[in-house]
């Protein structure tokens, strides 16, 4: 683990993530609010990476997350199923967007603050970005696309070209290549700007009314064995006791993170989600099945492995403090 | 420097101070980095350049080095039993059944020459892929139309080890963790388009298949299709042979070193009537098929080429 911090003097700052919050904030529709540097360095360590960002690469990445042409019909991006508007994630329980229409097996989740995130998908099963992009590309009910037919069309497009030779000089427009951009792009995604956030660094619109603070306590009082630190999430893999555990019929009931640990303590284990952004994340769980946050705490307060015992009170505070963790700006700065 | 020092600095106040003033600071950042980048650019162009001379540089080592360093092969045969590996020949395995290869691969990495003192001299970028296999179509996600012509891959050549005593050889079957866990790393002939890395749910489950094994299996039991695949990091197995005896290598002296891969020991041991698919969900499979592998070869010889 490494923190991201670039020591200046006796202070210690973020500067890799500010950085990263200006970069990506440039650029673009003219519409686009007023840039603001959203500081992270009241959330833990990242862990390190191989492929530090650069501003070419991140902007090459950005290209490759909205070009359809990274599926086999040239209609589907990254994009389609990880909307800017809804914090990246697409508003239906389970998408059939893709290149099959088939319904796929889990919730298409938000992307964000993902450069903390060492292990993607819902059960972890790829060990980080770089790896896993190749995963929805080449899924057949997803983006469907080759490796080698992606390659040769954005290899054909001088503009792309140009953008590989800025990101990754001399190497020309790789596999290797697009792993890596879109990677550093899904690593710019910081979203770190919400009250709560400006409430934590003492900025000015960051109050917070008297049922959020509530809430907060409650969220840090019993959430927080699972919704951990300032990212919200433990980044861990927990069965929550949801029943039936799939919402498809035919899956293996024990799947979940054990379809990578092969362990049978990891059955129907599912990855902690943030509890960033929710307002625009809708459904929840791994595949969607709660459509409102009272659904969702009205599942932990039925008691089980996961049980939360929250009075009606508690449950409003909850819910209000929850709010108080949407990110307009992180939305609205990647919107298209 | 001095530019890199200024954008420090300016990002450190920029972390520091409140929001009226950040607008200017961004304002001047976002100025100072737009000259950057013109200079990246043109430093990329420099780069290219750069890139075709340190090709040229190292073609020209590498023939250097086959006059200072002795050429070393590895050979590393498919075998069955006393014979050479013939594809689709059904070969006698146990319980009256035969087996008829179509295809085996695996990934050769990680070969290092061994000193007296047990110490190791790696081969840098020692990544290959050893092959017997037809023709067969790019599958990467799903399968397209470019083809991978039929290849029978089973000797390496290296000349990046200095002379001296060597009393054995290692190398791995598999892919070390590092790369295996990140496919857009690159090393030696890692690819991700040889049809090692995204078959059977692969991709969505570790990055490199370490070894691939198809066969048509006919017998009393029936027919069917033996597919072997392994390849998580716990499937990564290290093969350590000594030599026969010490060998002397010298400048611009070819050796071979000769290691039968043994198909015969490896059926035997996996047993295909009984585990017809090993995948990605069978973990116990998959380290019963990484030990066998392992345990196929066998040093035949180490010594200068007459």
Same mark, same amino acid.
Not at chain 2, 35 to 50: G, H, N, P, S
Not at chain 2, 233 to 241: A, I, M, S, T, Y
Not at chain 2, 299 to 306: H, K, M, T
């Given at each position: 683990m490494t923190h991201i911090r670039v020591v200046i003097g006796a202070g210690a700052l973020a500067l890799a993530l500010v950085a990263t919050a200006v970069l990506v904030g440039r650029g673009g529709a003219a519409a686009r609010p007023p840039r603001r540097v959203a500081r992270a360095d009241h959330f833990p360590p990242a862990p390190a990476t191989r492929s530090p960002a650069t501003r070419a690469g991140i902007e090459l990445g950005r290209r490759l997350f909205f070009d359809p042409r990274l599926s086999a019909n040239d209609r589907i991006s990254c994009a389609t199923c990880h909307e800017p508007a809804r914090a990246f994630s697409d508003g239906v329980a389970r998408s059939a967007r893709g290149i099959s229409g088939a319904t796929l097996a889990r919730n298409a989740p938000g992307l964000a603050n993902l450069a903390w995130v060492e292990r993607l998908f819902w059960d972890g099963g790829a060990k980080n970005l770089e790896s896993m992009v190749l995963g929805p590309i080449q899924h057949p009910d997803e983006m469907g696309e080759t490796v080698a037919r992606m390659i040769e069309q954005l290899a054909a497009d001088p503009v792309m070209r140009e953008a590989f030779a800025r990101a990754f000089p001399g190497e020309g427009v790789t596999p290797s290549g697009v792993m890596r951009a879109l990677a550093q792009y899904l690593r710019s995604l910081v979203s770190a700007d919400s009250r709560y956030d400006r409430h934590v660094r003492g900025e000015a619109g960051g109050e917070l009314a008297d049922a959020e603070l509530r809430g907060l306590a409650v969220v840090r009082a019993k959430c927080a064995r699972c919704h951990a630190t300032e990212l919200f999430t433990d980044r861990a893999f927990h069965d929550i006791g949801l029943d039936p555990p799939s919402a498809l019929p035919d899956e293996d009931p024990r799947r979940g993170r054990a379809r990578v640990t092969f362990r049978a303590a990891d059955e129907r284990a599912f990855r902690t989600p943030s509890l960033r952004n929710l307002s625009y994340t809708a459904p929840y769980m791994h595949d969607g099945r709660f459509a409102t946050l009272a659904e969702v705490l009205a599942h932990y307060r039925r008691g089980g492995v996961a049980g939360v015992a929250l009075t009606d009170d508690e449950a409003d505070d909850v819910i209000a403090f929850l709010r108080a963790l949407d990110d307009p700006d992180f939305v609205a700065r990647h919107a298209r | 420097m001095r530019r890199a020092l200024s954008l420090i600095a300016i990002l450190a106040t920029a972390a520091s101070c409140g929001d009226n003033d950040l607008q200017a600071e961004i304002d001047d950042l976002t100025a100072q980095l737009a000259?950057?980048?013109?200079?990246?650019?043109?430093?990329?162009?420099?780069?290219?350049?750069?890139k075709q001379e340190r090709d040229a540089l190292a073609g020209a080592l590498a023939a250097l080095e086959a006059k200072v360093n002795p050429v070393i092969s590895l050979e590393v045969p498919f075998v069955f039993g006393a014979e050479a590996l013939e594809l =689709?020949?059904?070969?006698?395995?146990?319980?009256?059944?035969?087996?008829?290869?179509?295809?085996?691969?695996?990934?050769?990495?990680?070969?290092?020459?061994?000193?007296? *003192?047990?110490?190791?001299?790696?081969?840098? *970028?020692?990544?290959?892929?050893?092959? /017997?296999?037809?023709?067969?179509?790019?599958? =990467?996600?799903?399968? %397209?139309?470019?083809?991978?012509?039929?290849?029978r891959r089973e000797a390496i050549s290296f000349t990046s080890i200095p002379s001296g005593t060597y009393v054995g050889i290692r190398f791995h079957i598999g892919v070390d963790p590092a790369h295996n866990d990140d496919l857009s790393r690159t090393a030696g002939e890692l690819h991700t388009l040889k049809n090692m890395t995204s078959d059977n749910g692969w991709m969505w489950f570790t990055s490199y298949i370490f070894t691939k094994t198809r066969a048509d299996l006919a017998g009393p039991g029936g027919a069917a299709v033996?597919?072997?695949? =392994?390849?998580? =990091?716990?499937?990564?197995?290290?093969?350590?042979? /000594?030599?026969? %005896?010490?060998?002397?290598? /010298?400048?611009?002296?070819?050796?071979?070193?000769?290691v039968k891969a043994d198909l015969e020991t490896l059926a035997d041991a996996v047993a295909p009537r009984q585990r017809v698919v090993i995948g990605a969900g069978t973990p116990g499979d998959r380290s019963l098929l990484a030990d066998a592998f392992r345990d196929m070869f066998v040093?035949?010889?180490? /010594?200068?080429?007459?």
């Open positions: - | 000259t950057t980048e013109a200079e990246l650019a043109q430093t990329a162009q420099q780069r290219d350049t750069f =689709n020949k059904a070969y006698p395995v146990a319980g009256g059944d035969t087996l008829s290869f179509r295809e085996v691969r695996y990934w050769l990495t990680g070969v290092a020459l061994e000193r007296p *003192d047990h110490s190791f001299v790696d081969v840098p *970028d020692g990544y290959y892929l050893v092959e /017997a296999r037809p023709e067969q179509p790019l599958t =990467n996600g799903t399968e %397209s139309a470019l083809m991978l012509p039929a290849t033996v597919s072997w695949d =392994n390849g998580s =990091n716990d499937d990564l197995r290290e093969v350590h042979l /000594a030599f026969p %005896s010490a060998i002397e290598t /010298a400048a611009a002296v070819a050796y071979k070193v000769r040093l035949e010889s180490a /010594a200068a080429v007459p």
